[in-house]
């Protein structure tokens, strides 16, 4: 991914509204997956803003890809502040070296994510929203998009260590549940307007043996549907060409039926629920990713710190 600033110069002292504008334009440019939504930045000095982006492509940012409401906001801001807003390439994102958008997917998966909910099924790549054609609004944006995926991932937090955690569970798990049902209507948009076939990914954490899990079946039609030789580390082990959903293995499955051991304690104030067996999951997940050469210090630094948090709680579980 590439990094720019976005430089924004106002000459006219009267323009209230400048500053909110700002987020505003760059707020529309996330919805769009034009710039990779996380907490912008907006820095002011003088009568300067510069906003620091994140974006997928070298061209992310051309006006081809703005929806009318960033259009709208862009031609407010540049009449309002007598400059033309500036686009300035500073470097790529250390984090994101190896990303790159697929060219051609056999199949997509909608699924939350932190950055865009398209994923190409073939290299598990996230694919900006701007790749497709637009799917609400007649054409003009993908707000259907962008905010199931905000409502996706609230309800993923709510799964970790709250009291609403059963409930948060059940709604991904349930692909008759309001999320669900959502985002599978949308797979069916996604479809017709790519001619892609896009699948639903439905979430699976079930505390059964491992044996069940693998032996169970497409929840919508009643059909097989594990991917032969899949193992509980793969990105998708289970798909169904009829109902276009698709699933994972549970990370909190164990070689036989009795139940898993589970210790719930507080820890920063939320309550959390672990097994011994989603606890070395975490750690060898931790592990893996500490292992690739082009993380960022930071990001190593709170891995490690999580990974010596989970050893104490695995010790905690084992009885030690």
Known sequence: MYTFNIIIKNNNPEYNEFVADCYSYVYFLERTGQVVPRKQIVSLKKDTVTIPVVCP?????????????????IEKI????????????????????????????????LRCGLDFPLICGDTHTEIPLYKIPRTDHNGDDYDNLFFWNKNYNRLHGLWFGSEYEAFAEEQMQDPYSSISKAGR??????????????????HNYRPWSKEKDKQQKCPITGNDWLIKGAKIHDYIAFKCDESRLVSELSANSSESEAPLKRN????????????????????????????DKNISENDYSDLENDTELLKIIRDYLNGE
């Not at 209507?185 to 439905?202: N, R």
């Open 57 to 73: 492509e070298k061209n992310s940012l051309d006006s081809k890809y703005c929806s009318k409401y960033c259009l709208n906001t």
């Open 78 to 109: 540049e009449k309002n502040c007598g400059n033309k807003i500036q686009l300035v390439l500073t470097g790529r994102e250390a984090d994101s070296l190896n990303y790159k958008i697929p060219e051609k997917s056999s199949f997509y998966i």
């Open 185 to 202: 209507a949308l797979c069916t948009l996604i479809e017709k307007l790519t001619g892609v076939p896009t699948y639903y990914f439905l």
């Open 264 to 291: 719930i304690f507080e820890l920063n104030g939320k309550m959390l629920d672990f097994t011994i067996e989603a606890v070395d999951f975490r750690i060898k997940a931790n592990q893996a990713l500490m292992n």
